[in-house]
């Protein structure tokens, strides 16, 4: 008996989806549809029939496209975003339709025009990785592309996705060219170095200083220099003024501006040797010629019984010490360039940058006390980002100024993912439009890494009132003849929430502010006040000893710890309502996007640990599968919407 032979093939396999489709086409289906189409008329099914690819199926907001060579797969794909982001230059952020793309290479099954196999299954996992606007290729691709293409590619190391049984190891295609190699022109002092539009960042090591006295010292101070020089000369993407040029120096009053500007270069490392008995120190120091400031000093100290071995142990550390400090000052400087200035080499430092992190310990600022939810679950998970990363993570907590202490500083930090930060919808929400005014712009001060949970309200009532279901709240405030107070912590989002669900129904109620949610749960417990919405963790214990009486919770849907209180919209019969914070994590704007990604990736791993998943929902929270990081903006965007047109409803815009 012989069997239907499977039709198997090697093939390059192109997956791409629409980055925010959703969000998209919930905004203005018609004009989404109606750009699609152009793209694909246009750009997009033109490219594709040039480099031989053929379109096996087309998805929403999705293709899947087959190509005889990987080489062509990879020209296409570079030749549709350059020309995307042409067509997107005047398109408004918030309409751009923006290509994720992922390329494999790889054993296909064939049947009936469509293709199967983990081929394609890898290249829809790459596609899943992509920031908008890029193109992820796997390892085999890489290996066939790298010597016949012009592109850069930045390694990402091994993923490990859904459904795919071994990690894949990752490419991120650069859309640059390379560019040609650096050329230098003279060594002599007084020439200047000329580098490529790579634009590398160039470094002197100035001769050392002798500060001993003692004349057999200069030949370990040279030593010590020659040495940097050689460690230094080894990182591919810095310019190491030759010896014969900086050693012209030696033994001269120098002004570093006047020294950097003679020799071309961006920083100069300097240092000085002292011995004393058999001992000698060894200071060392690196400055930016731009503004003469100091970026990294620090001091060696060791024994002159074996002079090559101290030689060499101090050269290595010092090398060591600067590689990620000139990392961390080019890549400060590149962000502070306009867009129109940034070239090659700031896209190669940002990858550079990635690379080699974390190189310390990573802090998360948490703008909201210890021991509240927030801080709490941000300490849970700390714990497993440490392991993922390699490096300590710590927890600042910032509180002050209904969040905005915290993050401001979120937003003030460097943009090398060391400093990250969490926020909810009261800082990035609705202290924009309440206070007059904000340090930060949540719009443009920020890269949001991860939404990870939603933190609902729980209405609860004095025990006191009769009052135990929404329906009877309703209907009591609806009776009283007096309006019905209620509490929050200062004017936010627990007090929009009460005003949004008194608006929606109709009820007559009177605000009462308190300094922090602790006083303002107390006083309803004690009867001053008769209900308000409080933070589940904040408020169980109370609810559990029968001080409070919860009715209903802000979410859409049920709490697992309180599983006999009904969403309020349930209750009340608008399944439509949800008033409800959130945790992002964010690092501040401009943070390359390779980190943003690892961490996006190593966020997404550790919430889908069961362990990680019952510690949020013991204190209240609920957990989520983050969308992308663009999808995160648009969900931030109508969260602005909806609470800022409430805060203009209710006359407060600016209030504060």
């Not at 949001?448 to 009877?472: M, Q």
Request: proline share 6%.
């Amino acid at each position: 008996m012989t069997e239907d032979r499977v039709d198997r093939r090697l093939a390059a396999i192109l997956a791409a989806d629409i980055a925010g489709y959703s969000r998209l086409m919930g905004a203005d289906e018609e004009g989404t549809l109606r750009q699609l189409k152009a793209h694909r008329k246009e750009l997009i099914d033109p490219k594709i029939t040039e480099h031989r690819g053929r379109i096996v199926k087309t998805t929403g907001d999705g293709m899947l496209v087959e190509f005889v060579s990987v080489v062509d797969a990879v020209r296409c794909a570079v030749d549709v975003q350059r020309g995307m982001a042409e067509r997107n230059a005047d398109v408004p952020e918030e309409n751009c339709i923006q290509f994720r793309v992922g390329i494999n290479v790889g054993d296909i099954i064939s049947d009936n025009n469509d293709i199967y196999g983990d081929g394609v299954n890898v290249a829809a996992r790459l596609e899943a990785l992509a920031e908008p606007g890029d193109i992820m290729v796997s390892r085999s691709v890489y290996d066939q592309v790298r010597d016949k293409l012009s592109f850069g590619f930045e390694d990402m190391g091994e993923q490990t996705v859904k459904n795919i049984a071994r990690p894949i190891g990752v490419h991120r295609v650069s859309l640059v060219e390379n560019t040609a190699p650096i050329e230098v022109k003279g060594a002599a002092v007084a020439a200047k170095t000329e580098v490529s539009s790579a634009n590398r960042p160039s470094i002197a090591v100035l001769p050392f200083a002798n500060m001993s006295g003692d004349p057999e010292q200069e030949y370990f101070a040279d030593g010590i220099s020659e040495d940097i020089i050689t460690g230094l000369s080894k990182l591919q993407w810095l310019f190491v003024i030759a010896r014969n040029s900086s050693f012209t120096y030696k033994g001269k009053a120098l002004d570093v501006k006047h020294v950097a500007r003679e020799l071309g270069v961006g920083y100069v490392l300097e240092g000085s040797v002292r011995k004393g008995g058999n001992r000698v120190r060894i200071t060392a120091q690196l400055i930016d010629a731009a503004t003469n400031n100091h970026i990294w000093a620090d001091h060696y100290d060791g024994d002159l019984t074996d002079i090559f071995t101290l030689q060499d142990d101090i050269t290595r550390k010092i090398v060591a010490a600067v590689e990620p400090k000139l990392l961390e000052a080019e890549g400060i400087r590149s962000q502070h360039r306009s867009p129109e200035d940034r070239g090659a080499w700031d896209m190669q430092i940002e990858a550079l940058q990635a690379e080699r992190y974390p190189s310390k310990a990573v802090t998360i600022i948490v703008p909201l006390a210890a021991g509240t939810g927030m801080d709490t679950f941000a300490r849970t998970y700390a714990e497993s980002l440490a392991v993922a990363l390699g490096k300590p993570v710590e927890i600042d907590n910032r509180p002050g100024a209904a969040l905005m202490t915290g993050t401001a500083m979120i937003a003030a930090a460097p943009p090398d993912g060391h400093t990250l930060g969490v926020s909810t919808a009261a800082a990035m929400a609705v202290s924009p439009v309440l206070y007059k005014k904000v340090s930060y712009d949540p719009d443009k001060d920020f890269t949001p890494i991860y939404l990870y949970v939603k933190s609902p309200f729980v209405l609860i009532v004095d025990p006191a009132l009769p009052i135990h279901t929404v329906p009877e709240l309703i209907k009591y405030a609806r009776d009283s003849a007096n309006p019905m107070t209620y509490s929050s912590p200062g004017v936010g989002l627990q007090h929009l929430s009460m005003e949004f669900m008194a608006q929606r129904f109709g009820l007559k109620m009177t605000h009462v502010p308190y300094r922090n949610s602790t006083q303002s749960i107390t006083d309803i417990a004690a009867g001053h006040v008769n209900l308000g919405f409080a933070e589940a963790g904040a408020s169980l214990p109370l609810i559990r000893d029968g001080k409070v009486r919860a009715i209903a919770v802000s979410s859409s849907t049920q709490i697992p710890t309180l599983p006999d209180v009904p969403p309020f919209g349930e209750a009340a019969g608008t399944p439509d309502f949800e008033a409800v914070s959130w945790h992002i994590l964010f690092a501040p704007a401009g943070t390359p996007k390779e980190i943003v990604q690892r961490l996006y990736q190593d966020m997404k791993r550790i919430m889908m640990m069961p362990d990680i998943k019952q510690r949020a929902l013991d204190i209240g929270l609920l957990p989520l599968d983050s969308p992308s990081v663009e999808d995160i903006r648009g969900y931030i965007k109508s969260e602005q919407e909806k609470w800022g047109s409430l805060v203009k409803k209710l006359g407060l815009e600016g209030s504060q």
